[in-house]
């Protein structure tokens, strides 16, 4: 039998046809997530009454679909078979089951999904004093290097909606570049192509002045496509309004410093902490990070500083950071009035620790900052690949200097790490894997979130498995005995690879 032959004009017409075929991604399963967020309405009556509501961003790494995404789950309307019976999410602070349950069914609508660019990394949330409800930020390394706004509200029946800030729910229509279309009055003269933030990472939000944060790893040249002159920002913007009226970009390789790139940002009383990283450099491709760390000054932010953390201790770069208050005496205070005493631990990478810094300095409000001093409390070897990191409070006594517990999630072993700060070890590491070979299929724990509430003697972890779309639910029963922490459940159907390919396998979308 002869095959029809096909012209060139209707080779063309089929080749379009094909072209044009939507392909959203889908609402009934994770896809490469990324950053992750939970919230729980104060309404709610607590972690006794509800489970809250976790917010993922999907990645969609190797574009199996026409976008990322970002869903929300109402964590209560999920649930699950064990033993021939409907099983809910357990509540936090009740009986840990005797095995991982598996939550296959993410139970969304349309309603609760909108699409963004693809290759998305961290999420931000800031709670709207005006309304209480959440608004959610999410850089994408996409054409475009977008910064996604959404906005959550919730139905009559508590179901979560999903709304562009900018309107609709394809947040990609009109979503605010940060490369394209700055405006002039940011522009730098004799530096055309400036400023830029290229590869848009890492979010954070200051809730005390309404400021969100974000990192980019890829320099930006001048002029652009150029692979010479290369700056990196930190990028600003606030919160209530996350458009180019209130953009600003704040140089952090000023005279003298060298070009780098960054991946996080923690706010402290008078400077912010921003973590340096291995970097695109144009032409170069990816280079060997130039800062671990550089502080930016809160109220004169073109004051940049450096400590030279490599007089101490040798790292390649740096991931995430935290910071939180120590304790300050009443004689202290009498001498110094606007004393200020911080802890900054810094998840490093080249040896993989957990680096713990204690910084001391003057902060008198709306003046410029003192010269910090600093000093390494602790170096504590860490595994592979560690990603991200969160401090889950013991809900002790203010006066208390060693309550805390720190969360790190590592893509190498896929587990989450849980560092004691009393005894000043990892007292467990909480392995994730799925049940494939994770030479070819690796779980990649990446992303993290607590529920911590105040006043419970508890707390939960959501731990997004980049490699095999799932998210892991980690409970602590009694945060005295954080070694007691176990995998609860996973959230979403596992993600299929390609033993070959060592990319997933593009599964048909379910709408």
């Not at 101490?312 to 005493?341: D, G, H, K, Q, S």
């Not at 001391?360 to 602790?378: K, L, M, N, W």
Request: hydrophobic share 40%.
């Amino acid at each position: 039998m002869r095959l029809p032959f096909l012209t060139p004009a209707l080779l063309l017409l089929a080749a379009c046809s094909i072209e044009s075929e939507p392909n959203p991604p889908p609402s009934t399963r994770f896809v490469y997530p990324s950053g992750v967020a939970f919230w729980r309405p104060p309404a709610a009556g607590g972690p006794s009454a509800s489970n809250g509501y976790l917010f993922v961003a999907n990645a969609n790494f190797d574009n199996c679909y026409d976008s990322g995404s970002v869903v929300a789950l109402n964590l209560d309307a999920l649930s699950t078979q064990a033993d021939g019976q409907s099983v809910p999410v357990p509540r936090l602070g009740t009986a840990v089951p005797a095995s991982p349950l598996t939550f296959e069914s993410l139970a969304t609508s349309a309603d609760s999904l909108v699409q963004i660019r693809s290759f998305a990394g961290d999420m931000g949330m800031w709670v709207n004093p005006a309304n209480g409800l959440p608004r959610l930020f999410v850089p994408s390394r996409a054409e475009g290097n977008n910064l996604h706004a959404v906005d959550v509200s919730l139905a009559g029946d508590g179901a979560p909606v999903l709304t562009c800030v900018q309107g609709g729910v394809d947040c990609r229509t009109g979503a605010l570049s940060l490369t394209d279309d700055i405006p002039a009055s940011l522009q730098e003269s004799g530096r055309p192509g400036l400023p830029r933030a290229p590869s848009p990472i890492g979010v954070t939000v200051d809730d005390a002045n309404g400021t969100l944060y974000v990192t980019h790893s890829e320099a930006a040249d001048s002029p652009a496509n150029s692979s010479t002159n290369f700056e990196n920002y930190l990028v600003t913007l606030q919160v209530a309004n996350p458009t180019r009226d209130t953009l600003g970009f704040i140089p952090l390789s000023p005279e003298g410093y060298l070009y780098g790139g960054s991946d996080s940002t923690t706010v402290g009383a008078g400077y912010l902490y921003v973590s340096g990283r291995n970097f695109v450099a144009g032409d170069n491709g990816t280079v060997a990070g130039n800062f671990v760390l550089r502080l930016v000054d809160k109220t004169v932010s073109g004051r940049v500083l450096e400590p030279v953390l490599s007089s101490v201790y040798r790292i390649r770069e740096a991931r995430a950071v935290r910071v939180v208050p120590r304790p300050v005496t009443a004689a202290e205070l009498a001498v110094r009035p606007n004393f200020v005493r911080e802890r900054l631990y810094v998840l490093a990478r080249g040896p993989d620790t957990l680096l713990t810094l204690d910084f001391e300095y003057d902060a008198v409000p709306g003046q410029q900052a003192t010269d910090p001093s600093f000093r390494v409390i602790s170096a504590v070897p860490m595994p592979d690949g560690v990603s991200d990191m969160l401090i889950i409070s013991r809900q002790g006594a203010p006066t208390s200097t060693d309550t805390n517990i720190l969360a790190v999630t590592s893509t190498g072993d896929s587990a989450v790490s849980l560092y004691d700060e009393a005894l000043g070890q990892v007292v467990v590491q909480v392995p994730l894997v799925n049940s494939q070979n994770q030479t070819s299929n690796p779980s990649q724990a990446f992303g993290l979130t607590v529920d911590n509430p105040a006043g419970v003697n508890a707390a939960r972890l959501f731990v997004t498995n980049f490699g095999d779309g799932q998210v892991a639910i980690v409970d602590i029963p009694d945060l005295t005995r954080p070694q007691d922490a176990k995998l609860v459940a996973r959230l979403g159907t596992q993600q299929q690879r390609d033993p070959n390919q060592g990319t997933s396998v593009c599964q048909e979308n379910q709408p």
